[in-house]
């Protein structure tokens, strides 16, 4: 999931009776499924919540065209190349679509810019891990797409009008990243030797940073609880990976790649796999900024910012100065 | 500290003779930019025919409170649909 531990408000959920007639309106709309629109009543405590949430999604959409963007002038062939670049920039225009809908809740983008950069904001632990590999743009698409789609497809019946509407397009987009990068292993997985453990290797190292996304148990959060009773979070963050395990474990046997976990086993009872958990100690790291690339990412993104910045005044003094004469010549 | 672009409202015709359609928003320093990166945000697979844009701050809106004044007049006018009307099965269609 792009949105990871999210905090709400705190305090648990309150029952229809204690609300107050207006929250008990809002919350009996979320009940019906009624879309709640950017000038209707909502609660403070939503509002924010969804910034957070939403504003951390747009962030790892744009800080997760780095490590892609690593192997553009790189990728193999021309049309890898035109695939790879195509893939980037949807995400670039996944993150405007989310900045928009986190806008609609009062935020500046630069506002929220300025936040990523200042690491008050955070994006998703996934992409402080290198590329190391061409394999690893084919482990990105299926597993990290791949966990990102299972998070964003229930995301599509949010309460939040803005947020609903950004994510039905980004599902549109998604699949295609998904199954470019399932390409790419499968032509790995079936090529040479070499290219068959590079594979192995890609799916080694981003196979527990890609359970992560989802975030840490979160059965008995407050936080959760009451994201859900907002239905800005649909299901709980245990739901999703389970999920996404049984789905990717027979994509890797399709492959005939090793998911790198000994006690994986399916269990006809529950029918689904039992695996391992990754290590939280690891995870909380690299959220605190101790992963292996993290200040590279905030240092691209910063330098991009602050390289931007003439670019930006230059075409704002521009039209500014054009409007003008347009005036003057009326 | 810099000013930010303004913001831009996106309307995009589609393949099938539709009315323009509202797609999402977007922040650029003029017109004709917003219509360019537009064209590159919103019509990446065929979406699109035709691109409106309008500044966000020239959209005069209903507010949500006004809802039942403005809306709910047409609610009891149920003469307005065709099917108010009984008209015998030998009539054929019409
Ligand atoms: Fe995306
Ligand atoms: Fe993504
Ligand atoms: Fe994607």
Redesign the interface.
Known sequence: MYAQMVKSTGQGVKSLDEMDPVEREFQEKVDADIRIEPRDWMPEGYKKTLIRQIGQHAHSEIVGQLPEGNWITRAPTLERKMILLAKVQDEAGHGLYLYCAAETLGISRDDMTEQLLSGKMKYSSIFNYPTLTWADIGAVGWLVDGAAIMNQVPLQRTSYGPYARAMVRICKEESFHQRQGYDIMMRMAKGSEAQRRMAQDALNRFWYPSLMMFGPSDANSVHSEQSMAWKIKINTNDELRQKFVDQTVPQAEYLGLTVPDETLAWNEEKGGYDFAEPDWDEFFDVLKGAGPVNNDRLEARRKAWDDGAWVRDGLLAHAEKRAARKVAAE | M????P?WEIFIRGQHGLSHRH?????A??AE?AVKNAR??YT??NEGVSIWVVEAKHIT?T??GDKGPIFEPSESKIYRHPTFYDIPDEIGHM
């Open positions: 810099s000013k930010e672009w913001l797609v999402g928003s977007l922040h320093p003029d930019t590159d945000v990446r697979r809106a507010a949500p």
